[in-house]
């Protein structure tokens, strides 16, 4: 299994992990931020930290793993690779999480979501619903990092490469903002 410090190690490495003052999707403010897609650049260390992964599930006799778009499909592509098993993806359409593509899942088959971040769990539980609204059954839950710090619960097995918890203020609590030395920086995939 991989440690944590190893973990940390690969996530500042490949600059996952970054310092300094940003501003979150949810509008709060955070000293620190996580963008899990620049790991997925390095096959050498998404195929190690899936692979730990992985080994958690190998006893559950996963019939395939789904992910997220976009940040999922990825993870969910590793995952099902080291687990010998197939693979789809789920999208948004008007809003709503769906399979698309002519992607279907067997009924009654036991299936891994898997995600790059967690924070508060909302994509995963919309792909959940989408597997069980297919008449199969959701067998855990695998990301890279859960930012909740194991607070998000999914009612399945949930493994995590990683658990942290990124403290957040609200605008007129941030610290930084209050020093007044720098503005806060969105570098993530949504805009506000």
């Given amino acids: 299994m991989l440690t944590r410090e190893r973990m940390i190690e690969i996530l500042e490495e490949t600059e996952v992990l970054l310092r300094g003052h940003f501003l979150l999707t949810s509008g709060k403010h955070s000293k620190e931020y996580m963008q899990c897609a620049k790991l997925l650049q390095y096959p050498n260390y998404a195929e190690e930290i899936i692979g730990d992964l992985a080994k958690r599930f190998k006893d559950q006799e996963i019939d395939m793993v789904i992910g997220p778009a976009v940040g999922g499909i990825i993870v969910a592509y590793e995952m099902a690779s080291q687990l010998g098993v197939k693979n789809v993806f789920a999208e948004r359409e008007q809003g709503k999480m769906t399979l698309r593509r002519n992607f279907t899942i067997p009924k009654g088959a036991k299936v891994l979501v898997a995600e790059d971040v967690v ?38 097995p949930f493994e995590a490469a990683l658990s942290v918890e990124v403290v957040a203020y609200e605008e007129k609590d941030c610290p930084l903002c209050k020093e007044g030395k720098s503005k806060a920086y969105k570098p993530g995939s949504r805009n506000i």
């Fill in 119 to 156: 924070t508060t769990g909302g994509s995963v539980r919309e792909v959940m619903d989408v597997v069980r609204e297919q008449g199969a059954e959701v067998a855990g839950v695998a990301v890279i990092v859960d930012r909740s710090n194991g607070k998000e619960k999914f009612g399945v």
